[in-house]
């Protein structure tokens, strides 16, 4: 049976801490491993990326690529997850497919501000009507080849429509 007085940690589990700058015997007095001098040696100094006045590596690396302002953001998929999704019953080719249907349905997480883009990646068997924001011209191809049809529809965005049902009431 086990006592509460008895009980200790693991060997090794705990460790105590370094105390600097308790004299020469203990390998860490004097300067307590800061090295002599200067901004880093004293306390309330973290500058990420300062290299002593030298100019630093992120500055003197040449930097690359852009991110636009404007750049839109569409739930995308495949005419191939189109399939899987009718195959394991989750859409019903009857309906036609929009942004909200994929989302009720679990194919899409989560709706995109621009809506939804049709690529055309794997097979589709089935004829359905697309209503998405994009598609591309080899999506279209697969859509119109198993007998359904693509509607593209602009989606605004949210600020966009409430001005525009303020302007209708």
Wanted: charged share 30%; glycine share 16%; proline share 4%.
């Amino acid at each position: 049976m086990v006592k509460l007085n008895e009980l200790r940690d693991n060997p090794g589990a705990t460790k105590s801490k370094k105390r600097r700058g308790r004299g020469p015997g203990s390998g860490l007095g004097k300067m307590g491993g800061r090295g002599i001098k200067g901004q880093t040696s004293r306390s309330g100094v973290a500058i990420k990326g300062f290299e002593g006045g030298q100019m630093p590596i992120h500055r003197r690396l040449p930097k690359r690529g852009f991110s636009s302002l404007n750049r839109k953001e569409y739930a995308v998929i495949n005419t191939g997850m189109l399939q899987a999704a009718i195959d394991r019953g989750a859409l019903d080719v009857s309906q036609p497919v929009t942004m909200e249907s994929l989302i009720a349905t679990g194919v899409v997480r989560r709706p995109r501000k621009h809506g939804l883009r049709i690529l055309g990646k794997g097979e589709l068997k089935s004829a359905l009507k697309i209503t998405a924001a994009g598609v591309s011209a080899g999506g279209k191809e697969i859509v119109e080849k198993a007998g359904g049809s693509v509607t593209i529809e602009a989606v605004a965005p949210k600020a966009a429509k409430e001005k525009a049902a303020e302007q209708e009431a």
